[in-house]
Each structure stands twice: as C-alpha cells, then as structure tokens.
C-alpha cells in the first residue's frame, strides 16, 4: 500500500475511533476532560491526513485510480461519523445532515459508475471548497462541545450557535452545487449506461 493510501487508511481506521471518544462521557462523565483532549488532536491528525495523502500521491508519482476513489470514502466517512456526533448533540441539525448524506452516498454512487465506464473521479475545486466548509463547522461544533465538556462559560453562546447553523447551511449548498458540478462534468457516463 502507498504511503499516501496509508494516510487515507488511518482516516477511515480512526472515524469510529473519534465516535467512541465523542461518546465516552455518556458512559463514564468523568472521561469528560480526557475526552476533549485526545478528540481535538485526533480530529486535526484526521483532517491533516486528507492533506498529506494527496500531497505524497502527488509528490512520490503515487496518484491511482484505486486513490481517486479511497480518498474521498475516506473524507465521507471521517465527516458524516463527526457529523452525525454533532447531531446527536443539538449542534447541527438533523435534516441537514441527512441532506448532507444523502449527497456524499450519491456522489459515492456515481464514482462507483464512473469507475464501470473506466473513468476514476478525481477531486474537482468545487468538491475540495465542500471540503473545507465541513471542516470549518465541524471544528467550530467540536470547539463548543469541548467549552461546555471544560466546564467553559461562554457569554455569546446564541452568536455561535447562529453561526453554526450558517455554516452547516453553507456546507449543504456547497455539497449539492458541487454534485451538480461533477453530474455535469460526467454527465456522459450517465448516459452511456447500459
């Protein structure tokens, strides 16, 4: 397995990782600290890993098919189980997740069609702005969840909260403009379906 393919492994190997983190508290309230300090660092080492893995497919000549694909069911995966964690505490809203997975398992889908037709999906800019949406508001839930998880008082809670709900709004436009984008880009393999 390529390095950068090891990258997106340990994305997907540390997902449940992160949920069984996230929920540890509900089991033992004590581990709420602890908690907070092994789910920041590993939602960073997970988001880095995104970065790294097309950077040394890049950089060692390593860019495949096979990580055209594995890349992004990486990133789905890392970003619905944190989403899913923020909706199951009152930080997202569960439509919009739903939304939000309904997209990524339909654009999974049609990498999975492409890949019948011959063709692997790389990432597209629109695809890669998503992306960053995501990680945006999910740092930004994982950062109100560890306040309160500290015990931390904070004075604009609403203003965070709104904000929030902006970016979450935002990461859903962003989802279904750039699946639009790849259905048009690859519109043709649709219709070469047999």
Same mark, same amino acid.
């Given at each position: 397995?390529?390095?950068?393919?090891?990258?997106?492994?340990?994305?997907?190997?540390?997902?449940?990782?992160?949920?069984?983190?996230?929920?540890?508290?509900?089991?033992?309230?004590?581990?709420?600290?602890?908690?907070?300090?092994?789910?920041?660092?590993?939602?960073?080492?997970?988001?880095?890993?995104?970065?790294?893995?097309?950077?040394? /497919?890049?950089?060692? +000549?390593?860019?495949?098919?096979?990580? *055209?694909? %594995?890349?992004?069911? &990486?990133? =789905? !995966?890392?970003? @619905?189980?944190?989403?899913?964690?923020?909706?199951?505490?009152?930080?997202?809203?569960?439509?919009?997740?739903?939304?939000?997975?309904?997209?990524?398992?339909?654009?999974?889908?049609?990498?999975?069609?492409?890949?019948?037709?011959?063709?692997?999906?790389?990432?597209?800019?629109?695809?890669?702005?998503?992306?960053?949406?995501?990680?945006?508001?999910?740092?930004?839930?994982?950062?109100?969840?560890? /306040?309160?998880?500290? +015990?931390?008082?904070?004075?604009?809670? *609403?203003? %965070?909260?709104?904000? &929030?709900? =902006? !970016?979450?709004? @935002?990461?859903?436009?962003?989802?279904?403009?750039?699946?639009?984008?790849?259905?048009?880009?690859?519109?043709?393999?649709?219709?070469?379906?047999?």
């Amino acid at each position: 397995m390529s390095l950068a393919n090891k990258f997106t492994m340990s994305r997907v190997l540390l997902a449940p990782v992160f949920f069984v983190v996230f929920f540890i508290p509900s089991v033992f309230p004590s581990a709420g600290a602890l908690s907070v300090y092994i789910m920041i660092p590993l939602l960073i080492f997970m988001e880095l890993t995104d970065f790294f893995d097309g950077y040394f /497919a890049r950089k060692m +000549g390593e860019v495949s098919d096979f990580g *055209k694909v %594995f890349d992004p069911f &990486g990133d =789905v !995966l890392v970003h @619905l189980t944190t989403f899913f964690c923020f909706v199951l505490t009152g930080y997202m809203n569960p439509l919009i997740f739903i939304l939000i997975f309904y997209r990524e398992f339909s654009m999974l889908f049609l990498r999975l069609v492409a890949i019948r037709q011959g063709v692997a999906i790389g990432a597209r800019k629109g695809g890669k702005a998503k992306t960053v949406l995501y990680v945006i508001a999910g740092f930004l839930s994982l950062f109100l969840e560890c /306040a309160v998880r500290l +015990g931390f008082e904070l004075p604009n809670l *609403k203003a %965070f909260a709104v904000t &929030g709900t =902006v !970016l979450y709004v @935002l990461c859903l436009t962003a989802a279904y403009v750039s699946f639009l984008d790849y259905l048009l880009t690859f519109r043709k393999l649709l219709k070469d379906l047999k």
